[in-house]
């Protein structure tokens, strides 16, 4: 079946940078498009990144534009979150998601566990 | 930029019907479609309906989508309201790689 496990979580000083990552297993993962989606405290569900199936394509909320980068390494079923610069804002759980339609139509239907990223100093 | 826009909170006893709605402030839902999604505290989303009325499967067929025929409005209906079904619940669409989420509905079973 599907699984997406999540690491890399932590708390971190403003300023700081951390990477989280997302292995892949039971199915194909070099063919789908990944997201990363968070939740702050007490907050809603935000888009934060995507990548297409071979990495060539990448897509960013405002928010983290120039901050953030989303990368994946398809020999070993891994998605990654490079976040840098990180504020108290970003605090927040981190899920990443398969995007099964691709980058025009994105959406989720396989979600990994989360991961907490707590910026604070 | 579009948002979507969602009451902010339902109720309703077990086994009744509720509906949570999702309004598109631009675009159209006929080609962006909208998904839903239940999030419950301490675990990560569900899938409960994709591409405006599909189900995935594990899903109880007591979830049900639609989209009306302006195409700006969605809906998510759960019929005989169980008491797991409380829970928060998100519509999203796109346009693009743009993605949005609605606010939230938070549902609470009486």
């Known amino acids: 079946q599907v699984q997406l496990i999540q690491s890399g979580g932590g708390v971190v000083e403003p300023g700081r940078s951390l990477r989280l990552s997302c292995a892949a297993s039971?199915?194909?993962?070099?063919?789908?498009?990944m997201q990363w989606v968070r939740q702050a405290p007490g907050k809603g569900l935000e888009w934060v990144a995507l990548?297409?199936?071979?990495?060539?394509?990448?897509f960013y909320a405002d928010s983290v534009q120039g901050r953030f980068t989303v990368s994946r390494d398809n020999s070993k079923n891994t998605l990654f979150l490079q976040m840098s610069s990180l504020r108290p804002a970003d605090t927040a759980v981190y899920f990443c998601?398969?995007?099964?339609?691709?980058?025009?139509?994105?959406?989720?239907?396989?979600w990994g566990q989360g991961t907490l990223v707590t910026v604070s100093s | 930029n579009f948002m979507l826009t969602q009451p902010h909170s339902v109720s309703g006893s077990p086994g009744k019907t509720v509906t949570i709605s999702c309004t598109r402030s631009s675009g159209s839902f006929a080609s962006n479609l909208v998904q839903w999604y239940q999030l419950r505290p301490g675990s990560s989303p569900t899938t409960v309906i994709f591409e405006n009325s599909h189900r995935p499967s594990g899903v109880p067929d007591r979830f049900s989508g639609s989209v009306d025929s302006s195409s700006l409005s969605a809906s998510l209906t759960i019929s005989g309201l169980k008491a797991e079904d409380e829970a928060d619940y998100y519509c999203q669409s796109y346009d693009g790689s743009n993605q949005v989420f609605g606010g939230g509905t938070r549902l609470t079973v009486l």
């Open positions: 039971g199915f194909d993962f070099s063919t789908y498009t």
């Open positions: 990548i297409r199936w071979d990495g060539t394509h990448k």
């Open positions: 998601a398969r995007a099964p339609c691709g980058v025009d139509c994105p959406w989720g239907d396989h």
